[in-house]
């Protein structure tokens, strides 16, 4: 590891210890009250002391076995604490609270600490975690409740102490630092019992005259990406992809790669049959296949452009290939931050929608129905039982263990033997049989894929131009036999000239050398000469002349006359090549074409559609069993105690075998660095450079010191996401992101951090997807990383809001415009709608906002229309209809209440939620409830550009704002300006 990546991975490590920086919600958690003194002195009271340690070898954050859990738990003799000092003190009167918007015990300023055995604190020097101000108490904020700094002072403070932070040794000097820090921000003083409050109506607020102490939970939540960090500093091996990720440096563009015959070829497998892919899926494919080992490919999937697709067609492609080579599975893993970006794709590897190959399309062993296995958190265990995911951990527990059951491989025998021998119509007795079947009939499909893109080259170099092969075999016969006519007809041109000579009397010829007799030749001639000969031949010519310049005409034609006889031969031998293997594909079950008008359209995109879906698809499918048997052979199968351990060698053959049966695995980044932590030589290890490829989805909302470290687990990523969707949630701020990469001596000065703002690799603006893309050689529409562009999901009127808002104009819309649809259930209803509810102000409820006259027009509205809705669209699940999304907690509980009352039976099926719910949902029709009055303004949409991004192209068929039109009061070209634009004219009755 060179001197820079080595400082990265300490910065990010700082990065993720710092992530406790948010209020700690009491009721939520236990704690412990000591008095104030004990703080400043340094030692907590005996009893709290042993409280908390109780409390910690109770709990079981760190997720290792349970025998381990409880072995560390006895050795603990340190505790990570967080000490909130500040908290707002509650009154009472008649048993109401007086303060409304303030919880019962709201903490404000928390200091993280070490705590010993004997009571002593310290400061962690390590993690360097520093105290911190909730954000949502500090100014500028959307929805204030209480106010007792603002973000520039905190961040001012932070810049201007990196350094004493570093010299923090003793708890004096960091008494003194939490001090300073705390009468800097709220020019309070830390001693006194009062706060004040930038809210004029309540300018100070009384303070709790205890401290309360937490065990650090944080620690916890990121407990394996901090042991995969603390190893990444140690180990010396060498990482790749990982040294690419966090290098500073960026790479020299390189040209995209085209969809030549090589590409072409090189795609191997599709997993669905239903669709081709579409040309910028088919880039990205391509762009995948040239990939080598360190290398990240970054894609830029928009909404509705078909992201899923992608990554299953590249994983179906390795899956593929290794089948073809017979090789070992590779291991391929999914993975995001959060919870719901993992079981979208479990969800849709668990859902491939079968075109009807007879029985190959269904699996041959017992207990798997999905192309996907989940490793989730121990918390969301019974969450993955009850969604029926395939869901497994590191020992090959619950999904694995049903499968790997004697019993069970012995049935999936019987059924493979049986499956391979119904759709071959064989009799095959054993496995190895059925094995060495599917792996020929693989190899053949590959082959003839590989013949027939050959075969449409040639007839690419023969000049077809886009004309069927028929047509064109047809056209050249005619040709042919319009040269032979023109070849003719000179010939006859040439007998009629030597006619007209000799029409000409001796007398003229002999005498030629006079005018006059000159000139009667010439009159002749001139009147013998035609329209066609009018460029070539003149009156001055002697016959000898002109039969020479018919004899280059002649010789001209019969070499275009051979040529088009030898290309007439060439196509005839192509289409009877071409016959021949569509004949032999038919005889393997596939028909490559439904029409036959079609048949001879050899167009190479058309070709290599008709392959995704006809042939990939059935290579892919062929793969599956051709694994399946190898998985049923036992191939890789732990022996005798070798089951459950995490011995190095049995963890490799634990992935490959069940890759073998599900190709994708599936966990979130913050539970993937322990299910590769091995154990040999009596100590714990990664497997650094193991996976084959990994998959970041949803990479535009994953923070880069999360992911960072799993990257040196693997060989090459694909990264997939949108920067113009929801951003991550930042643990850290900008002052303190500077002042960790100062301190991590990744940058030398705090002027450097704009190098890491630009690369990406900083913890408070960036992206995973930021990240790949400064990595990524490649440029699409003059932006790093390749764009998937063919929006499928709304109608043209619809994306168009998102296109211009974010998009500048680079999505293609494909859907087509809904007032232009047949099918299109509602025509009364425009896409882009609104309905006026007048309203001044919203009305303020704890630190959320409610309009109750929208959420009765909402209900309203759907009370007369929601029976229309599900009636006209009767093969959907009703949850697939209609989402209602708006920016306030509060305004969702007063819409579910209202809809409660006027919709009793099927409230339940409408989602309402805030647009983070939503991301990566969609709905027939979305209804945006605006809350603000029109003398509100409208923060919400105008904050961020991505919230409303994503808030419209939820909408397929409609997108309706309810609410004052007049709180929409931004500039043309901000989000709350182009949405009035777009829905003022159409109004929703």
Known sequence: MNFKTQEITKYFRSAVAAQSNKEIVFKDNLFQMVEAAELLQGRINPQATQELFAEANRKNFGPEDKDESKKKAKEKSLLNII???KAIKTFFEANEKVQDEIEELTGVYYIPALLKLDGALSFD???RKLPWFPREFLHPMVEPKLAIGTTDAVDDFMSNQVDQVIKIKAWPEYVKFFKKFYEKVTE????????????????YFELENNVYIFLDKTVFTTYHIMNLYNDLQKDEQFKALYGNFVSVQIPETSPLVQNTWAQMKAHCGQMGGEYPLSQSQREAVNHFN???????LAVNGPPGTGKTTLLQSIVADMYVKRALHKERAPVILASSTNNQAVTNIIASFGNIKKIGLANLEERWIEGVDSF???????SKKKEAESKGYQYTDQKGGFFVAKIEDKENIKKSKLKLIEGCNKYFGTAYKDINACQNRLHEELKFLNDKKEILLELVQEASELGLNGEPLDDCICNSENQIECQQGVVEHIHRRVEEWEACFKRIPLIYRLLRFIKVFARKIQTELRLFINEDEQGFLSEYMSLDEIKEKYSYKSEEHKKILTELKKNKVKLEQLKIRYDHELHLLKHHNVNLYKKEESKYLLDSDNVNDLLDIKVRYVEFWLAVHYFECRWVLEEDRPVGKQAGKTFESVLDKFYHRLSMIAPCLVMTFFTLPKHFRAYGDQKHFYLFNFIDLLIVDEA?????????GAFSLAKKAIVVGDIHQIEPVWAVNRALDRALAFSNRVITSINEFELLERTGLNCSCSSVMKVAAKCCKYKKFEERGLFLREHRRCYDEIIDYSNKLVYEGNLQPMRGEGKRDPKLPFKQLPQMGHMQINSEYSVRRSSSRLNLTEAKQIAAWLEANYAFIVNAYPDEIQENLVGIITPFKAQVQV???ELKKVLPVYHSKIDIGTVHTFQGAERRVIILSTVYGNLDGCYFIDANNSLMNVAVSRAKDHFFVFGDIGCLQG?????SGMLRGFIEANAVR
């Open 188 to 203: 309070s003083q830390f001693d006194q019992n009062t706060i004040r409050n930038l809210d004029e109506k309540e300018p």
């Open 971 to 975: 500039p043309p070209k901000s989000a």
């Open 895 to 897: 819409i579910r209440a």
């Open 372 to 378: 996907a296995v989940y490793f989730p958190a121990a």
């Open 290 to 296: 040239s990939m080598n080992e360190a290398d990240i």
């Open 700 to 708: 535009g909302q994953v923070s880069p010191e999360i992911a960072a």
């Open 83 to 85: 000490i909130c000092s």
């Open 125 to 127: 020097g390590e993690d």
